[in-house]
């Protein structure tokens, strides 16, 4: 079975989630929320573009994007940086946590492969040329 749609739909989901909940991190106004913020809202922004367009340096600095685990865990770290605070950040937290513990899952279950753009363009490990 072909998941790509279903997965392109979830990591949508979960970029706007990012950016709602890095645009809730500015109230109240802080220092420390701000930055935050700020960082929540380029993460929510990155995982959106790389559902439409994958640039080549992300490849390279950034391949944990491109496995389940990977993204996972970044998604599982995205929504412990939303756990605080009001009510809206913690259920944004929460979804965005949720799903990556499902994506975490999902790395272990052979059946179910990656979509077209989670999969490396490279072959992977020591596929550079020297």
């Known amino acids: 079975m072909d998941f ?5 739909i979830v ?9 709602l909940g890095g645009i809730s991190q500015f109230f109240p106004i802080s220092f420390q929320s701000t930055v935050i913020g700020v960082y929540v ?4 922004l990155a995982t ?3 559902e439409f367009q994958i640039p080549p340096q992300v490849s390279r600095y950034a391949s944990f994007l491109f496995s389940f685990i990977g993204r996972g865990i970044f998604y599982i770290f995205v929504g412990s940086i939303l756990l605080h605070g ?3 950040r ?3 937290g929460s979804i965005v946590g949720f ?4 994506y975490v899952a999902l790395e272990f279950i052979p059946s179910i492969e990656p979509p077209a753009n989670m999969r490396e363009a490279d072959a ?4 550079e040329e020297v």
């Open 124 to 127: 992977g490990w020591g596929a």
């Open 48 to 50: 959106g573009l790389l």
């Open 86 to 88: 009001h009510v809206l």
């Open 11 to 19: 990591n949508l989901a979960v970029a706007v989630l990012m950016i």
């Open 41 to 44: 809202i380029i993460f929510g």
């Open 99 to 102: 799903v990556g513990v499902a």
């Open 90 to 92: 913690i259920i944004s």
């Open 4 to 8: 790509s749609d279903s997965f392109r």
